[in-house]
Every structure is written in C-alpha cells, then in structure tokens.
C-alpha cells in the first residue's frame, strides 16, 4: 500500500514535476478530496473527465483516456483507509508515460485539470498550509510528543510517569505522598521539556502546540524556555480519554487558524514593502523577472486569483503575459509558441527554485495590485 506522503517528500515530488520536460501530450492534474469516500469524489472525477474529453480529439483524446484510465485504476486499488486527500499527475504520450500519484493525511479539494505541465497551486498551498510541528501531549501519567506531517501523526518519543499511588498508607504519611508527588512532577516536567527542546532542535522544528490537561499543560507553558516558548501556536484542552487522531485533528484546526493568520502578517510585510519601495514587487512581470533572477523569497498568491494569460515558447523557453501569442517567437524565430496561464507558470517556476508559497485570502490590496507579488531576497 501506498504511504502517506511527508514534507520532505512532498518537496522532493514538486521539484521533478516542476522540471518535467514538456511535450505534445496534455497532463491531467487531479487533486481529490477523500474525506467522504469513494461515492465524494467519483462523481466529480467523471463529470470534469466527461467534459475535459469533449475538447479533445484524436490522438489527444486517446492519451487523454489513457491517463484518466490510469487514475482510476490507482484510485481503485492504492488507496489507504486513512488517506484524506490524493494528487495524481498523469500523462501519457506516444513515445511513453508519466504518472506521479502523492496521498496525504491532510485535506486536498476537488480539482482536475488539463495543461502543458502539471499544476502545481494546491500542492504548494499544501506545503504552506501543513507543515511540520510537534504536539506535546500531556496528561496526569504519561506524556507523549507527536511530530505532525501533512496532517500525520507519529510518535516521536513518549515517557510514563511512574505511578507513586500504591505507596501511599503503607511506607508515608500522605503530608509525605503529596510532597514528594509534587517534587516528582516538577523534576518529571523539567526533564521532559529538556527532552522536547532537543527534539526540536534536532528535528528542525518551528512550531509547537500543546495539547491536553489544562493545569499541567499551564505548568508546561509557564517552564518553556524562551526559544520554544517563541515556536508555541497555540494550547488545546483535551481528555485522557481523546484518541490520538482527535487530539491531532483539534490541533490541525487550531494550526490552520495560525497560518492564515501568519499568512496575513506575511501580506502586511509584503504591502509595507510596496509602499517603502523596499523588497517587495507586484504583478505577474516583475515577480516573473525576479523568478527568472532567482531574486525571490516568497511568492504571494491571492487565494481567488484570476487565470493571468500569456504565452511561452518551448523551444528557447520566453514568457511573455500577452492575451494574443504570436505565430513565432519574437526571440527565436520558431514556431513553438503556446498559450499559458502565468500564474501556473510562476507557481512551476517557483517550484523548481525550492521558494516558498504563501496563498493569502481577503487582502484587498494584493488584489488590487493583480493578486500576485513577491518579497525578494536580501
């Protein structure tokens, strides 16, 4: 059975689709959401494939039905029971085949595309959205600390306080229990943040969430050092009796809720860069030159962007954002001129330089200034 896709795979994957070589034959990009099983996304699976096939015709048409035949097949035999969301990349052509599929713990939407090259926009909002962080989970007995990936949970390493309980009447007073209990807990605590201070650094870490007793997961807060206390997100109540994947999930909603308020920090230093005339630029051109350039930090994406058209030629590989793509390249001379969409085009682009995406919702003047921009490197 197919595992579930890591970050640090998910990353490895983006790059070769954003490298892949472009040919005659269409890629069919398909992202699903599984959450409601297979009767949630089967229709929508047949219904978008029904009406992608109408455009085609020939020899398009018949690769075209070999790709989607290739989904369904994987769709019909790979999928994992916890699998929440799955991106396929298939294409297939007369001189061979490619076909990339990627399951994850984490949500994906239901979307399926035709183009050039994969579409990669949900899979970086994906990377955005859901990286690496660490629960630690602490109840009356036992704590345990969770490294979640993509919406996954393993554990890390997980320690039991010893139970003191059945000494109690027989070797001390309970004046004696209760002292000592509280001198055990506390040491019991400090060993345990020393032990998820290293795993973090250890692991490369930048966000925490604490999860379970409220009292001790207070006590837990207060002992932080600074430099986990500066990664912590956010603090969720939760019982002894929650399984793991509740507590997980409850943590991914309140990590989602900071992202997309990080996201918003992220827009306001964009803006002030705009205004200062500081490292920041707006608009498809100017974040494509700075991509060409290998200038840029973080490409900025307005979650409800309009498709940006234009034009690349595959034989020396310029971009233009024009509506209109000329008979031949302007640069070239060849006839190997193809309409694009640029936003698409920016995404693969920043793909292949290993840049970050951060989709931003409800920042109106991003759109204002087109929707896309990008921080540059200092």
């Known amino acids: ?65 070999a790709a989607i035949c290739q989904i369904k097949d994987y769709l019909a035999q790979k999928l994992r029971p916890d699998a929440k969301g799955v991106a396929l ?80 009447g027989r070797e001390w007073t309970k004046a004696h229990y209760e002292s000592h209990r509280r001198e055990r807990t506390s040491r019991f605590l400090k060993e345990q943040i020393e032990l998820l201070e290293r795993l973090m650094d250890a692991g490369g870490h930048t966000h925490l969430i604490l999860a379970g007793d409220p009292r001790l997961a207070g006590e837990i807060r207060r002992a932080l050092p600074k430099s986990v206390a500066s990664k912590l997100v956010d603090t969720i109540p939760a019982a002894s009796r929650d399984t793991q994947e509740d507590v997980v999930a409850a943590t991914l909603s309140a990590f989602v809720e900071w992202e997309e308020q990080e996201s918003q920090a992220v827009a306001a230093r964009f803006i002030q860069g705009i205004r200062t005339q500081g490292r920041a630029v707006a608009g498809a051109t100017a974040c494509l030159d700075a991509l060409h350039q290998r200038r840029v930090d973080m490409l900025l994406l307005a979650r409800d962007l309009m498709p940006e058209p234009g034009w690349r030629c595959s034989a020396c590989g310029e971009i233009r954002i024009e509506h209109d793509e000329p008979a031949v390249c302007p640069t070239c001379g060849k006839n190997a001129v193809k309409p694009i969409d640029v936003t698409v085009e920016l995404i693969r682009l920043a ?3 290993d840049c970050r995406v951060e989709v931003v919702e409800n920042c109106d003047p991003l759109m204002a200034l087109g929707g896309i921009g990008c921080l540059l490197r200092y």
Request: aromatic share 10%.
């Open 1 to 65: 059975m197919e595992p579930l896709t890591t970050l640090d795979e998910l990353r490895r994957r983006i790059a070769v689709l954003a490298c892949v070589d472009e040919t005659e034959a269409f890629f069919v990009s398909c992202y699903l959401n599984l959450e409601q099983g297979t009767a949630g996304y089967r229709k929508v699976l047949e219904d978008r494939a029904l009406a992608m096939r109408s455009t085609l015709e020939g020899a398009a048409r018949t690769d075209f039905d």
């Open 89 to 168: 990349f298939s294409r297939h052509f007369r001189a061979g085949a490619f076909f990339l599929p990627m399951q994850f713990a984490a949500p994906l939407p239901d979307w399926i595309a035709l183009g050039a090259t994969p579409n990669l926009f949900h899979l970086m909002a994906l990377k955005d959205n859901f990286h690496r962080y660490v629960v630690l989970l602490v109840t009356r007995t036992w704590i345990r600390v969770l490294e979640v990936n993509l919406g996954a949970a393993t554990v890390k390493a997980w320690t039991e306080q010893p139970e003191l309980r059945e000494r109690v």
């Open 351 to 353: 793909g292949q330089q």
